[in-house]
């Protein structure tokens, strides 16, 4: 099982990104598939989450509005659009998974499969 995340990189605030999280050896539309972040200094911060079954998202107050998670049951892919960028929003960016039912989508440990990361840096 494997989650590769790309699409990271140095933007301007204001900018947009799309990270991508391609799954190998799971079917994404079976799990929840989230994405995490931990900037410096910093303990791990849940992003957004799409829950298995009815696609239920959910996301931080911080990026509502600003960011989208979706995916593509096509490619097995899992991808987090984000627009506006802020400073604020600067961290490496993990994709995690989980194929229980019923769980507490925000917390780190909830998740047994993480990607490598990706670096997002946000200049002002």
């Known amino acids: 099982v494997q989650l590769q995340a790309s699409g990271g990189g140095l933007v301007l605030a204001g900018d947009s990104l799309r990270l991508s999280c391609a799954a190998s050896g799971l079917t994404v539309r079976s799990y929840s598939m989230g994405w995490f972040r931990q900037a410096p200094g910093k303990e791990r911060e849940f992003v957004a989450v799409?829950?298995?079954?009815?696609?239920?998202?959910y996301y931080t107050d911080s990026v509502k509005g600003r960011f989208t998670i979706s995916r593509d049951n096509a490619i097995n892919t899992v991808y987090l659009q984000m627009n506006s960028l802020k400073p604020d929003d600067t961290a490496v960016y993990y994709c995690?998974?989980?194929?229980?039912?019923?769980?507490?989508?925000?917390?780190?440990?909830?998740?047994?499969?993480w990607g490598q990361g990706t670096l997002v840096t946000v200049s002002s």
């Open positions: 995690v998974a989980d194929q229980a039912w019923n769980i507490r989508y925000d917390s780190p440990a909830e998740y047994p499969i």
């Open positions: 799409i829950k298995r079954g009815m696609s239920s998202v």
